[in-house]
């Protein structure tokens, strides 16, 4: 097991662009934090497992999911259940788009769950606590996009901390 990269930080994000960016979004990075936890209306984690493991959290508010869903085509939802399943969806696209972009560079990667939270089902305090690096993405420049890489033993948290200058240097978004 091997400690979170930007090799892998970058795959999960163009997971996330070659979803959105063919529908017309425009995504840019905007702000790399350390020890920043997850703050968002919506969050979908994604637990991931093979050459890195951990949490990978999608964070977004309210008006932000609903531009993804017009991006996405998605017509206004009627209740809580078709936002939770649209929420899933979100988290499943993205996860294959990213399993694509691991198997393309070599990454030996897989996405065992996805969990979504929102205003009504409240996030485990573990991710509340939890070390975690949160790359702040910005689509079509007003649609703020947090995506938390957690990582849950104190060997990774260290080894992160470590690497943080490292990473943000390697971003390429």
Request: aromatic share 10%; charged share 20%; proline share 3%.
């Amino acid at each position: 097991m091997i400690a979170i990269d930007a090799n892998i930080i970058n795959k999960y994000i163009h997971g996330l662009e070659s979803m959105l960016v063919p529908m017309g979004a425009n995504i840019k990075f905007n702000s790399l934090y350390r020890d920043r936890f997850p703050q968002d209306d919506l969050l979908i984690a994604s637990l991931m497992n093979g050459q890195a493991d951990g949490k990978f959290i999608i964070g977004m508010s309210e008006s932000t999911f609903m531009f993804v869903s017009q991006v996405l085509q998605v017509p206004n939802f009627n209740d809580l259940e078709m936002k939770r399943s649209f929420l899933q969806e979100i988290g499943n696209m993205v996860m294959g788009h990213a399993i694509a972009k691991y198997q393309q560079s070599g990454v030996n990667a897989n996405f065992i769950e996805i969990n979504c939270y929102d205003s009504t089902q409240t996030a485990p305090d573990f991710l509340k606590r939890a070390q975690c690096l949160s790359v702040g993405l910005t689509i079509n420049e007003k649609h703020p996009l947090m995506i938390y890489f957690i990582l849950g033993d104190d060997y990774r948290k260290y080894q992160m901390m470590k690497k943080v200058s490292y990473v943000k240097d390697q971003l390429s978004v």
